[in-house]
């Protein structure tokens, strides 16, 4: 009797082990949460979500179902509720998106996004079908106070032409330099400000100290790129070090230190450079060149003006 169990067991095994779907093993998500504290009313949040499969010898087919009391409408999945993971792909990247409405409710939102997936094509008579799913923890947080914090994760220079006279007007060395910053904060922000100490080759002379002008902004939770302009009315073509801070209040931000060679070369030798403009010349310079465009202007329009009143009238 006891032989008997034992075969039929084994050959239960057998069949199960044979019509059963191995592709469904081996199943996961990678961080399995959505948490943000910092959200502010209006504030876009994105986090990356990783699908992991072991055994991706098959497509299946995604079904995501979000469930968080009071935030449904605000989240999507770059994928759509509905998506394949296909054959081969052992990582499926998701990007999860929070879009706070301006008028959202303060408070917390707690809840879940479940992923289940199932075969694509038609399922075998007798065969054995394992549903296999994930679920990621979202826990989010809009608050009334607005946080301004960055982190500096990169820092350079572009290629640089001295400054040049152009009929009596000298227009300075413009130096370009591009930042990238990781806005952690929940309100769009920039640094406070950037400074250039300007050394010479050797590193011993201070030449001259540079604060960047025009610094456009990151939104919150994004890592974007800033340009920061400098004009130099002293520099000129040579090869200097550049010692820059990057501020956070009157602080230097993290990683918002640091020295970097800055070479500015001849005028005229760098193809398709942008140096200075009229817009880049002090007020007085500006004025003096803009007045007379203006003057002119104003003149045509007043000529073309009485020229029209004095055009017949059509009956």
């Given at each position: 009797?006891?032989?008997?169990n034992l075969l039929f067991f084994s050959v239960l095994f057998f069949i199960i082990s044979v019509l059963s779907k191995p592709a469904l ?171 250039l100490n300007i050394y010479d080759e050797n590193r011993t002379n201070l030449i001259e100290t540079l604060e960047a002008k025009k610094l456009t902004t990151v939104k919150p939770f994004e890592t974007g790129k800033i ?89």
């Amino acid at each position: 009797m006891l032989k008997k169990n034992l075969l039929f067991f084994s050959v239960l095994f057998f069949i199960i082990s044979v019509l059963s779907k191995p592709a469904l093993a081996g199943f996961g998500i990678s961080p399995p949460y959505v948490t943000n504290d910092n959200l502010a009313r209006g504030s876009i949040y994105e986090k990356k979500i990783t699908i992991v499969r072991g055994n991706p010898d098959e497509d299946l087919k995604a079904e995501i179902t979000i469930n968080v009391e009071g935030a449904n409408d605000w989240i999507s999945i770059n994928r759509g509720n509905e998506f394949i993971l296909a054959k081969g792909e052992k990582q499926i990247p998701i990007i999860v998106t929070v879009k706070v409405p301006k008028d959202a409710p303060y408070g917390d939102y707690k809840g879940n996004i479940r992923i289940k997936t199932s075969p694509v094509g038609e399922i075998q008579k007798g065969a054995v079908t394992i549903a296999l799913g994930a679920q990621i923890d979202v826990r989010l947080k809009i608050s009334k106070i607005k946080i301004f914090d960055f982190i500096i994760r990169g820092f350079r220079f572009f290629n640089t032409e001295e400054g040049f006279t152009k009929w009596i007007f000298h227009f300075p060395t413009k130096i370009v330099s591009e930042l990238e910053l990781e806005n952690l904060g929940n309100i769009d922000c920039k640094p406070t400000k950037v400074v250039l100490n300007i050394y010479d080759e050797n590193r011993t002379n201070l030449i001259e100290t540079l604060e960047a002008k025009k610094l456009t902004t990151v939104k919150p939770f994004e890592t974007g790129k800033i340009k920061a302009i400098f004009l130099s009315e002293n520099l000129k073509a040579g090869n200097y070090f550049a010692n820059y801070q990057i501020y956070k209040n009157q602080e230097i931000a993290q990683g918002g230190a640091g020295d970097l060679p800055l070479n500015i070369f001849l005028h005229n030798t760098i193809q398709g450079y942008q140096g200075a403009s009229i817009f880049d010349l002090p007020l007085k310079e500006k004025i003096i060149i803009l007045l007379p465009v203006l003057i002119a202007t104003s003149l045509i329009i007043i000529f073309a003006w009485k020229f029209i009143q004095k055009l017949p009238k059509s009956k």
